[in-house]
């Protein structure tokens, strides 16, 4: 028997979701990585801009950890120009959404 979205359970749906979001994600971080190695003739970046997409990805990861564990936080848009902070501070290589 297959079941329907009306007739799956919340842990059934979290499992059929949650797997390929992963491995999407996992998937796009390795795709940024591809950048480096010996590919890195073909682009011009820097340690700023290896600092600040690191940093980006480090806060995507840590807020999607909050919001697993119910604490939600303001979801950040990765940028490599300088942005300001919803409190109106800077912050290089994020922009508030």
């Known amino acids: 028997m297959t079941t329907t979205p009306q007739t799956?359970?919340?842990?059934?749906?979290?499992?059929?979701?949650?797997?390929p979001r992963v491995r999407r994600a996992v998937h796009?971080?390795?795709?940024?990585g591809l950048?480096?190695?010996?590919?890195?003739s073909?682009?011009?970046?820097g340690p700023t801009d290896i600092e600040a997409i690191g940093d980006?990805?480090?806060?995507?990861?840590m807020e999607a950890m909050e919001r697993l564990s119910r604490k939600p936080k303001q979801m950040a848009l990765f940028t490599l120009a300088k942005s300001v902070?919803?409190?109106g501070s800077q912050?290089?290589?994020v922009e508030a959404v």
């Open 91 to 93: 912050a290089e290589g």
């Open 8 to 19: 799956e359970s919340k842990r059934a749906k979290f499992e059929r979701i949650v797997e």
């Open 56 to 61: 980006a990805l480090h806060n995507a990861v």
């Open 35 to 40: 950048m480096g190695g010996p590919n890195k």
């Open 28 to 32: 796009a971080i390795h795709v940024v």
């Open 42 to 45: 073909n682009y011009d970046y």
């Open 85 to 87: 902070k919803p409190n």
